[in-house]
């Protein structure tokens, strides 16, 4: 089992930026992908940002590419997501998810392990 906490969401002015954090314990392993979602109120999770955690190679949304960026800490075992120039559109509960490199890090499916979310409130 691995388990996965976010923390580090809250309310912010449109163009401000944030930092989330995953903290990942448990049967951890370099071969997984750390994968961001968020789902605001009335719409489907959607993919925000995925990074391989051996490789460090990070993927994005096309709507975040260029204002947020996903990095890891392999000694903390934790991955972050910072954000920057926030817009009212990405207010959202922000999720962390794992699993396996194999899996299409665009979709939720393919993750096995989720945090309980955090939330990200963006005022205009």
């Known amino acids: 089992q691995v388990q996965v906490v976010e923390a580090g969401g809250g309310l912010v002015q449109a163009g401000g930026s944030l930092r989330l954090s995953c903290a990942a314990s448990g049967r951890t392993s370099s071969s997984y992908v750390m994968g961001w979602f968020r789902q605001a109120p009335g719409k489907e999770r959607e993919f925000v940002a995925a990074i391989n955690w051996s490789a460090g190679s990070g993927s994005y949304a096309d709507s975040v590419k260029g204002r947020f960026t996903i990095s890891r800490e392999h000694a903390k075992n934790t991955v972050y997501l910072q954000m920057n120039s926030l817009k009212p559109e990405d207010t959202a509960v922000y999720y962390c998810?794992?699993?396996?490199?194999?899996?299409?890090?665009?979709?939720?499916?393919?993750?096995?392990?989720w945090g309980q979310g955090t939330q990200v409130t963006v005022s205009s």
């Open positions: 998810a794992a699993g396996p490199y194999y899996i299409d890090p665009h979709g939720p499916s393919g993750y096995d392990y």
